[in-house]
Structure formats: structure tokens, C-alpha cells
């Protein structure tokens, strides 16, 4: 079995099944939270798995004992374990999507099942079309109404995938692909090329002398379960969890071409036709040609040359303004790349709601070679992520100082990521944020306020003197939770206006603010930071997301703070922004 099914993510989606399977068998919540505590430290040890399997360390993590620590290396080097086979076995191969609908828990879904044999959404949605649901205890009409609506619901979200749980298959998909027998070049195409926050399916171009090797690696490898269509040139399959992957391989020489023809998007490729047209060229996946000459193409940036524009990254390939830019020479050529960015902006450690330690962080965020962390755990009216008082505020900051001591290669900044309160206020006594170096301001509850209230709120919380960078400016979380109604327009002036920077957050269930958002904001005169929103030291990943997303809605590197170092960081939050007090 190949290693990719192997890494930290892996082995903690089987933990956390072993739990809801658990959960269906109605064992106790104390076994349960076991199995999900264990995946917390594995996606916390990250890209360090094999190392900590191989050295025998596994049972010294917390939550992690010798028992938990063998399941882990058997599911590690085996890519399964008994206990998980056997409980699959015990269930319907489909029983666990029910878990994914409002209101359906493991109780509800286990009466469903021993009641009704339902272990499907498909056999859900026939009981509940037959009324067959509303007689069970603990249903009735109102939850079969609620349930058909979350079926709905749950379609609807479930169409396109995110972006950062397509992303890593589809890297990993291309990296395996290029070792096959005879591979020129490689590259993923489509949206995920133009990093979009959804996407459908993934497309994959290569360049070589024979495509039926190629071909043939992808319709073998383990993980497929269907093989759609396979011709000459394409292979179509879908992977075990029903994401579909096209594969096209072409002569090198056709290579950039069908790249960019398979990159997209279809809006952008309409304008370049109609340039193409007007320098009497012809354009399509299969080259550029004047009349019946096909023109080299050798790379993508060839291409805009022959139509005498400069080049468009994937990123910007909407036909939001991009071509008239290209074609004027006044597209950016400084875009923020992820490379640029020198300090993690916004990161939790087990303060709050991390799952790493501050020390653990402090030396991941050294082991990527980055400048400067943030230290910004939850405040204290931040309940559900144990957030910091006054007082254990205070006693973080000697720990901050006692690290700093051990891992002097990144500075360590003191922050907060404070809560808005309801009416606008921000959670702590000025007199304690005023010490901090940097404070973000965030919504995390009561998003169901309407416009004028939600946009209120925000703007109070912009003009308070202590906010250095608004936190996932919406609140949004991708097929999760629309974004709040703010009147975003109003957000951008007064942020533009009080010099309180806006954060493009990497999380990869977020990316908020999205990128038509960015653009408006870098319009209204805002300044960004490319925040991780880390909780574990694998979610310093995060910094791509966040460098990509803001890069995608125009960014240049001088637009993103935190492309600057340490020092110049810090007086760029406070020329615009000064605050009483800030410590030196």
C-alpha cells in the first residue's frame, strides 16, 4: 500500500471512525473520546509520523498509551487494523455519511439502523418519502421534515468538495503519476490549478512519448474503485471516496497547451479565443495555429505571447479584470507567493484550543524556517476553547519568555485572538491588550445577527485603539456556515481608514476572506496578513492557503504584513496604528 494512505491524516480518519463506530455501538463516552484524542496528537505530530513510529515514541505523546500507541503503528505501516475491519463489517458500507446530517446522531442513527435498516442516505431518504421514520422514539413529523431538509442540504454541499480536502489527494495523485514509466512533465489542471475554494473533480495533464503506461498506472493504483472510460489518451476513475481524477496524456510538445486549456476557467478562455481570433490565430488543447502552422508552445507563458500579453497565473484565470490587465502590461508582477511569507500570523497552542504545546510550536515554527510566531490563544469569554483570562494570560507570558530562551531562532510574539463580544467591545481590559504585541479581533459566536447589527459590531470592534488585524473577517466556514451579513463595503473603509489589517485565513475551512473579497479590500486601501490559524504544528501548511487565497484576489507581496520581518513587521501595526503602552 502506498505511503500516502499512510501519513498522520490517514491513520487519524481511521481513529476518529473507530470512534463514531463506537459511538453506533453505544460504548461508553469515555472509550470514544479516547480514539478522537488520539487523532488530535497524531495530526499534531504531522509529517514527524514515521519519524515518532520508527523511534518508538508514539506512547510518550499525550492521550496516547501503549495500547492506542500499537493501533496507531499497525494502521501506520498496515493502512488498516482488526478492530477497525471488524466494525465496519458490523455496519453498512455507507452508515457513517448519516452522521454528517444536522440533528442525526449516533443514537438516532443506530435506532434508524436496527429499527429500520437504514444504513444509507439513499435508504434514509425512501423511509422518510414513506413515512416510516415518524413512528421511531425520539422522531416524528417535524424530524422527518428537518431530516429531509439536511438531506437536501447535505447534497447540495457535498457537489463540490473543498479546496484543502482535494488539494493533498491531488498533489499526492500527481507525485505518484510522474514516476510512471516515461512521464516528460506533470501537472494538475482545472480548478484545483486555480485554487479555487471548491472544487468538482480533478484534472491531470502529462507529457510522454506513450500514454497507455501512464494510463495504466492510474487505472491500477490502489485507492481506485471504478474505472469510468479508458481511451488512448484519457483515463477517467473514481477513488474510493467518489472523488473523480481525469487524466490526459499528451506529446510533450502539446504539453502547455492542454495545461492551459484544462486549467481554465471557461471565462477566461473565451476572451483569449476572441484575441486569438482578432490576430487571426486559432486556439484549443490542441496548440496555437495560424491557419494550418502550429505555432511552438513550449510553455504556458508562450502562449499569451503569441496573443501580446503578458502572462495570467493560474490564480487569476476568472475573468475578473485579469485580461484587460495582461493585455494593458499593468498586471501585477509581484503577486505573494507562499516563500514570501516570514512570520506564522495566528496560532493557538494547548493555552486554548491548540492541540500542540507552545514549545512544540515555537519549534515547528523555527523547523520551517520562519521569522516570527504569533502566540494569539482565545480570550477568556471564549468558553468552548478554554480561553485565557486576565490572570492566565499573564502566566502565558512567562512561559512565552521561557521558550523564547529555548528555540531563540523565532521570535515569539504575545497575542491574543480576542473575541468580539455581542455589542462591539473586545473581551479584555485595554489596560491588558495595550502590553501585547499584536491582538486579532474575531466573531466566533452569535453570527446570526442581522446586517445592520453584525456590521455595527465589526465596525466598533475596528475602532477600538487595541485591534491590530480583523480575524476570519466573515466568520464563514466553507459548506459549514454562510458568511455573516456584514456590509462588507463598510468593513473595508473603516478597516482602510484605522489602519487595522485584514486577515486572509488559511484555514483551509475558512479561507476567509476569499478572494473577490480580497480584491475589493485591497481597492478600499487595506493592508492583509496571511494567517495560519494554526492548532497543531500541521497547520503551519496553512501559510500556502493563506498566501495562495490572497494571491489569488490580486495580492502583492507589499500588501501582505507579514511578508516583512520581525521588527518591520511590528512597526508596520503600529505607524498606521499606534498603541499606548506596546511593550519594546
Partial sequence: MPTDVRDSAFVARALRDIALYLELKGENAFKVRAYNLAADRVLAVGERLADVVREGRLAELPNIGQALA?????????????????????????ILALLELPDLGPRKVAALWTSLGVGSLPALEEALRQGRVRGLKGFGEKSEAKLLAGLEQYRSAHARRRLGDVLPVALALRDELARAPGVVRIEVAGSVRRFCETVSDVDVIASAAEAAPVLEALAQRPGVATVLGKGDSKCSVRLQDGLQVDLRVLPDEDFATALHHFTGS?????????????????????????????????????????LGMAYVPPELREDAGEFEAALAGTLPTDLVEPADIQGAVHAHTTWSDGRASLLDMARAAAARGLAYLTITDHSASAGYASGLSAERLRQQWQEVDAVQAQVPQVRLLRGLEVDILQNGALDLPDALLEQLDIVIASVHVRHGQDADAMTARVLRALDHPCTDVLGHPTGRLLQRREPSPLRMEEVFARAAERGVALEVNGNPERLDLHAAHVRAALSAGCRLVAGVDAHDTASFANVDYAARTARKGGARRSDVLNTLGTEAFLTA??????????RG
Wanted: hydrophobic content about 35%; aromatic content about 6%.
Fill in 266 to 306: 471557461k471565462a477566461h478562455h473565451v476572451r483569449l479565443r476572441g484575441r486569438a481570433r482578432d490576430l487571426g490565430l486559432t486556439i484549443s488543447e490542441w496548440g496555437v495555429f495560424r491557419g494550418e502552422e502550429k505555432l511552438a508552445v513550449p510553455e504556458e507563458a508562450a502562449l499569451y505571447r503569441l
Fill in 573 to 582: 501595526l503600529r505607524e498606521r496604528h499606534p498603541r499606548r503602552g506596546r
Fill in 70 to 94: 500499537d493501533k496507531v503503528v499497525t494502521l501506520h505501516t498496515r493502512g488498516t487494523l482488526p478492530l477497525l475491519e471488524e466494525l465496519r463489517a458490523s455496519y453498512p458500507p455507507a
